[in-house]
């Protein structure tokens, strides 16, 4: 088996690297077809995955009535009114 370096494999990818901008400049009109496909089947691909496929389920929200919880409410109620009992009697703690 052929021994393979990471310096030559490196050295071989930058040099392609180096030569990719002169294929884009050479090619230019091929180049600008290219990445307009790629932008159409990108674009296809993003449009079906999260608009054309997605099924409606029902939702679990339905199969179970929403409770109002008295017990919640009345201690958020009582907090609020001692807050403004503690307004407007001036008894506001210094926050500073």
């Known amino acids: 088996m052929k ?6 494999l490196f050295s071989y ?8 901008p002169w294929f884009l400049g050479k090619y230019a009109f091929v180049a600008i077809l290219i990445f307009i ?3 159409i089947f990108l674009g296809l691909f993003i449009f079906y995955n999260y608009i054309y496929s997605v099924k409606m389920e029902d939702s679990k929200a339905t199969e179970s009535p929403a ?3 008295q017990d919640v409410y009345q201690r958020m109620l009582d907090n609020w009114q001692a807050r403004a009992q503690n307004l407007e009697s001036g008894q506001m703690p ?3």
């Open 37 to 39: 496909f790629i932008d």
């Open 94 to 96: 210094n926050s500073f």
């Open 67 to 69: 409770t109002f919880k």
């Open 3 to 8: 021994d393979i370096k990471f310096k030559d």
């Open 13 to 20: 990818s930058r040099s392609a690297l180096k030569k990719l």
